[in-house]
């Protein structure tokens, strides 16, 4: 089969698209034919060699796809069933083996782009929404690159459980995106903290969810209320540096967490949960999911090109 291999460290123009060996399911794994692949900054770090990983490798973590075979002890699943994950590896290729405990079936009415697209995007901004963190209704949250795939997501999710969203773009292309997903006001990252402030009456936000970093780290703590929350799950603009927790009790008894989604998969059951309710949304409406680019398999080289630009809204894909 096909599959796209990194020899060593280094840009996108080391994404081969080569011949290799055929995977087989071992016992409690499946065998996928790939329909779609979902393109993610991890790959592009452990392209890079930012991430370590043995070389060489075939990036990708996310994908859906027809089971083709099912190995021994595993139940639930059979030949011809269409699923998804976020959890596999080595999915930038014709075919992929995923533990079976790490996948899901996709139900009837969502499509298999789709499928692929939105695993990691839409389980980080479900566990966001209603783990991480837990706003009321009715209170007031900033998130922070509110027309990413991630931003767009969680948006939507935490204005439909009423909850008043505040974001941040850095164009007005983005602003408009961002508006559409349900955000009450948008902002420039410059000023956000203090239009928060005034937004809010002076009071502060709630919760900020940061997967900025570094850039907006200070100003998000700015943002927040007594006894608010700042949740970091990224470092789009690089690490925060260390830093006195003093200050989290002289903003006002504030709290940081910094989570991570595996985290938050922890059983069979909350996997479940969680894409159930993404599914649900994704069929009755209630969430728009945006793919933003589409590449073949093949031109792995320039999807990695156009992510790291972020040149593209939404999701990138690939498609063998």
Do not use: C
């Not at 996928?32 to 900054?41: H, L, P, S, Y």
């Not at 002890?73 to 080595?90: H, I, N, R």
């Amino acid at each position: 089969m096909r599959a796209i291999t990194v020899a060593q460290a280094g840009g996108p123009e080391l994404l081969a698209f080569t011949e290799v060996p055929a995977p087989e399911a071992g016992p409690g794994e499946l065998l996928v034919q790939t329909r779609a692949v979902g393109v993610n900054f991890i790959e592009t770090y452990q392209r890079s060699g930012q991430y370590a990983v043995e070389y060489p490798f075939t990036p990708g973590g996310e994908a859906a796809g027809l089971v083709l075979e099912v190995g021994a002890g595993v139940d639930g699943f059979a030949a011809g069933d269409v699923v998804t994950t976020a959890e596999a590896s080595g999915t930038y290729a014709e075919r992929f083996v995923v533990s079976a405990e790490r996948a899901v079936r996709v139900p009837d009415g969502i499509a298999a782009d789709v499928a692929a697209a939105i695993p990691l995007q839409g389980l980080t901004a479900h566990y966001l929404a209603t783990s991480a963190a837990q706003p009321r209704e009715g209170e007031t949250v900033v998130v922070h690159a509110g027309a990413g795939g991630v931003g767009l997501l969680l948006t939507q999710l935490l204005v439909a459980r009423g909850v008043r969203v505040l974001t941040t773009v850095s164009t007005p292309e983005k602003r408009e995106l961002s508006q559409g997903a349900g955000a009450a006001e948008v902002f420039d990252y410059d000023d956000f903290a203090q239009r928060s402030r005034e937004a809010t009456d002076g009071e502060g936000v709630a919760v900020v969810y940061d997967g900025v970093g570094a850039r907006t780290f200070d100003d998000s703590l700015s943002a927040l209320r007594v006894r608010g929350e700042l949740v970091l799950f990224g470092a789009a603009s690089g690490p925060v540096p260390p830093f006195d927790l003093q200050r989290l009790n002289a903003g006002g008894s504030l709290s940081v967490t910094r989570p991570s989604l595996g985290h938050f998969l922890r059983t069979p059951e909350e996997r479940a949960w969680r894409y159930g309710e993404l599914f649900d949304a994704l069929r009755a409406g209630r969430l728009d999911f945006r793919i933003g680019a589409r590449f073949p398999l093949a031109e792995a080289e320039a999807a990695h090109r156009a992510l790291e630009s972020r040149a593209t809204t939404g999701k990138v894909i690939l498609e063998p």
